[in-house]
């Protein structure tokens, strides 16, 4: 069973930081999740990725499949960015097992 | 197109009620998951329904019984409610057969147990 490990857990920044998210992984996988939650509480999917890069916006996904690693990059944060993100990844690695989650990370971009 | 859509979206229970959590998507999508979200613990899957007519256990099952009624919904039972099932519940789908895609979100179930 996939373990996955988020940090920080709570990061509070000024507007305009550049952010890093790191998420680690124990099992191989086909591909990696991030999430974004809102204060309301809807959740909404960034990225899925298997290998290196992807950008949406001010928001960019890497992955290290051989180091079992991924990051998320906020660049330019802005106070709307202010969420919980989480990282998640197959439950047994791949296919229809449905995903397994961080614990999240909460971030606050104050203004 | 609504997406993922649950209800209730709240509802309290006195231990040892039932009730039946519904999901529907209109995304034609094959794979569906019921997740739960506890304060500490982060989301964790239930029970999950690779394609129309197969489901199976995920990391938290006990407790509940799922039914995967056609391609759209995909209901979640608590067939005698406790305590610890107080929680916020979420159903998402996939588009790929077998699970693997990006997952949709229903908007959740707050579910209190007393």
């Known amino acids: 069973k996939n373990e996955v490990e988020q940090s920080p857990q709570n990061l509070t920044a000024q507007e305009g930081e550049f952010i890093t998210i790191n998420c680690s992984y124990s099992?191989?996988?086909?591909?990696l999740h991030w999430l974004q939650q809102h204060p309301g509480g809807g959740i909404v999917s960034l990225f899925m990725?298997?290998?290196g890069k992807k950008k949406h916006g001010r928001l960019i996904a890497t992955i290290n499949i051989q180091e079992k690693h991924s990051s998320l990059h906020i660049t330019a944060s802005h106070p709307r960015d202010s969420a919980v993100y989480i990282c998640?990844?197959?439950?047994f690695g791949g296919g229809a097992d449905g995903l397994t989650f961080g614990k999240g990370t909460h971030l606050i971009i104050q203004p | 197109n609504a997406g993922v859509t649950q209800t209730p979206k709240f509802q309290v229970l006195k231990t040892g009620q039932s009730m039946t959590l519904q999901c529907a998507q209109d995304?034609?999508?094959?794979?569906m998951y019921w997740y739960r979200q506890d304060p500490g613990m982060g989301l964790r899957l239930i029970y999950y329904?690779?394609?129309?007519?197969?489901?199976d256990k995920g990391e938290v099952p006990n407790g509940y019984n799922v039914s995967r009624l056609n391609k759209r919904e995909f209901s979640l039972r608590l067939e005698s409610a406790a305590p610890s099932q107080t929680s916020v519940y979420f159903c998402?789908?996939?588009?790929?057969?077998?699970?693997?895609?990006?997952?949709?979100f229903g908007p959740g179930t707050r579910l209190l147990v007393l």
């Open positions: 998402a789908s996939t588009a790929m057969a077998g699970g693997g895609g990006a997952q949709y």
């Open positions: 995304m034609n999508h094959n794979s």
């Open positions: 099992v191989g996988i086909s591909a």
């Open positions: 329904s690779a394609s129309e007519g197969t489901t």
């Open positions: 998640a990844a197959p439950l």
């Open positions: 990725l298997s290998s």
